[in-house]
């Protein structure tokens, strides 16, 4: 039997992806059996479920993320290195980095995520962003108070309600989630901030390919999520496919109708796809993937032919008992690092081998605007403020720092409660897609607009 390793001679693990699964990997590696090397395009870990907030307004940057360095300073036996991956040799075991570094792993764990899908589209990103970044949050955030801020200023009824309609595509938790803040912030939040438009009477409109939201919820609590949204404003147009993306707004198909939206402002929650380091991965193992472009992993989450290459969360597809894949979810994604983290560690102490990969389902929770969530905690169903507290005690315990916990609860679940966004800054610059000009800016002087008389409607 092969003897345990040295301290000595530590077992090198790098790890890509500072992640969810990334850094629980990390953390459960914390020995001296073990040389681990974190690296990251990012210097800090981003609790990704909680960017809908940041594009809303309720939350800053700062309060959904935590340095990677300061997470793991106790941890003397990992480093963290800022740095992109552009390439892997399997068979020398060496991880190459965009700046000319080679790194030597006796074990590698890839946990780089994913990225917006727009489905062979990519050209309209530039008119819809995703949600996966803080970059991409902060700017969802700008475009939603432009457009307001757009409309103030416009005399024109048919431009304005084009500033005034929001677009969600993907029905997912993250568009319900979407198009009920964005509701929210109209109808309660901004109501009363302006004087030449009625900012309640925007238009939010949720498009879907699939017959009803929330797909991967039990029927009853999709129809509950409906009804709220429908109480909020929201339009569904549940079982149409968008067929184009440009300025002026979304082209979709319902049946053999064609119609158009015209929206100045258009969100992109409408599928994921594996990061670019799957690519990789696949060229140099000749591994397979799926339709999103995951890399098919063995039961023990190692790539065929390379015990020593553990793939996880977003970027691998892996499935569960019933041969069903798992989905992209934060706890797939830890549960998976945790998993990884202790078949190496028996690898090296020789312990018996771990049994395949077992994911432990907790449950599934969408919130639709404020007091109000659904969630289905292992066939218990759950609406309403009750599901809303459990969904946001969840998250909050959830983030890293025990100050970001605070600050995150004081400064958004209470004021979350009252209807108050305290992060509503436009921080970038105007868009260069509009300018105002004599012929349709507003009066700024005029009776209507003192007055407050200047409709938003036809």
């Known amino acids: 039997m092969k003897p345990e390793i040295s301290v000595n001679t530590p077992w090198k693990v790098i790890i890509v992806g500072g992640g969810f699964g990334g850094l629980r990997a990390a953390q459960a590696l914390k020995s001296d059996l073990f040389d681990v090397t974190l690296i990251d395009r990012r210097n800090y870990h981003l609790y990704q479920p909680l960017l809908n907030q940041v594009a809303t307004g309720s939350l800053s940057p700062g309060q959904i993320s935590a340095p990677l360095r300061s997470v793991l300073s106790k941890q003397k036996n990992t480093r963290v290195l800022l740095g992109s991956v552009e390439d892997i040799d399997p068979g020398a075991k060496q991880v190459f980095l965009a700046d000319g570094a080679v790194l030597a792993y006796d074990s590698l764990i890839v946990a780089t ?7 062979g589209n990519d050209d309209w990103q530039q008119w819809a962003p995703g949600l996966k970044s803080v970059e991409e949050a902060t700017l969802v955030r700008d475009k939603i108070l432009y457009a307001f801020e757009v ?4 005399p024109d009824p048919v431009q304005r309600r084009a500033w005034l309609t929001f677009v969600i595509v993907g029905a997912g938790p993250t568009g319900v989630e979407l198009a009920a803040a964005i509701a929210e912030i109209a109808r309660q939040t901004l109501k009363n901030d302006f004087r030449s438009i009625r900012p309640e009477e925007s238009q939010i409109i949720l498009i879907d390919g699939a017959p009803r939201v929330l797909m991967s919820f039990p029927e009853d609590l999709s129809e509950k999520a409906s009804r709220s949204l429908n109480r909020l404003g929201v339009t569904l147009r549940c079982g149409a496919m968008v067929r184009g993306i440009n300025e002026e707004g979304v082209t979709m198909q319902s049946g053999e109708n064609l119609e158009h939206l015209t929206a100045r402002t258009v969100i992109w929650a409408g599928g994921i796809s594996a990061s670019s380091l799957g690519q990789i991965l696949t060229r140099r193992t000749s591994a397979d993937t799926d339709k999103r472009g995951r890399v098919k992993v063995k039961p023990d989450l190692t790539i065929p032919n390379y015990p020593d290459i ?6 691998a597809c892996s ?6 894949p798992l989905p992209a ?3 797939v994604a830890m549960q998976g690092g945790q ?4 078949a190496i560690s028996r690898k090296v102490k020789s312990g018996p081998a771990l049994g395949p990969f077992e994911y432990s389902d907790k449950g599934s929770l969408a919130v639709i605007g404020r007091r109000a969530a659904v969630a289905n905690i292992s066939g218990v169903h759950l609406s309403g403020l009750f599901a809303w507290i459990l969904w946001a005690c969840i998250h909050v315990m959830n983030l890293l720092a025990f100050q970001n916990r605070l600050s995150v609860f004081i400064q958004w679940a209470f004021p979350d409660l009252k209807l108050s966004r305290g992060a509503r800054l436009v921080v970038g610059t105007a868009p260069t897609d509009f300018k105002f000009n004599k012929e349709v800016a507003v009066n700024l002087s005029s009776p209507e607009v003192k007055a407050g008389t200047v409709a938003v409607s036809d």
């Open 113 to 119: 995520g994913s990225q917006p899908s727009y489905f």
């Open 151 to 154: 409309a103030e200023r416009i």
């Open 339 to 342: 998993y990884a983290a202790e």
């Open 310 to 315: 553990y793939v996880i969360g977003d970027l």
């Open 319 to 324: 499935v569960d008992t019933q041969g069903k």
């Open 329 to 331: 979810l934060t706890q």
